[in-house]
């Protein structure tokens, strides 16, 4: 994300700026979530639904103000300002979608192993995620269940926990994002 900034403050101020709020609304969103879910193991939808707007409008509105731009700015920006079959700005709402699909269907498999706040909050996470690509998309959902389940086998080893303790995933789900917004784009 950092690269990304980068590139698009030297082809799009606007575009650099309506991406740094969105990058700053994400933080906030992130701590505010994890402290939440790590107190309460709950995911309010209070701020996970306003989140796919406030992402939406953001990530989206950058992609359209770079695309506007001209071709010089297209240029500029590696793999074609979160373009997905030749449409710019599909990727942020496949990203949201794919993402979202693959929770759903984990919490189906096996209910009691993820809550329904997690699929929702896939889904946003996917947006931020499929702005930068693909490879983000993947790299932050490894991210989380490697955070996890790092953060697992530490509790079993400490004898903190049992295979059958619950532990909130957002945090995980929410670092794992971070952590792949910082790889290069």
Do not use: Q
Not at 4 to 21: C, H, I, M, N, S
Not at 46 to 55: C, D, L, M, N, Q
Request: proline residues 6%; aromatic residues 12%; hydrophobic residues 60%.
């Amino acid at each position: 994300m950092i690269r990304r900034l980068d590139e698009l403050w030297g082809a799009t101020p606007l575009a650099f700026w309506l991406v740094l709020a969105a990058c700053a609304y994400f933080a906030v969103m992130a701590v505010r979530l994890a402290v939440i879910d790590v107190r309460h193991h709950l995911l309010p939808n209070r701020i996970v639904f306003p989140s796919y707007a406030v992402a939406g409008v953001l990530l989206l509105a950058a992609v359209i103000v770079h695309g506007v731009a001209g071709p010089g700015a297209l240029r500029a920006m590696p793999e074609g300002a979160a373009e997905f079959l030749g449409v710019p700005a599909l990727r942020i709402l496949a990203g949201g979608a794919v993402l979202w699909a693959f929770y759903f269907v984990l919490r189906l498999v096996y209910p009691p192993g993820m809550g329904f706040g997690d699929v929702k909050l896939a889904g946003v996470l996917g947006m931020y995620l499929g702005y930068l690509g693909w490879a983000h998309v993947f790299a932050g959902t490894f991210a989380a269940f490697l955070l996890g389940g790092l953060w697992s086998l530490a509790l079993l080893a400490s004898r903190r926990g049992t295979l059958k303790s619950s532990i909130p995933f957002g945090p995980f789900m929410l670092a794992g994002a971070a952590a792949a917004m910082l790889l290069p784009a």
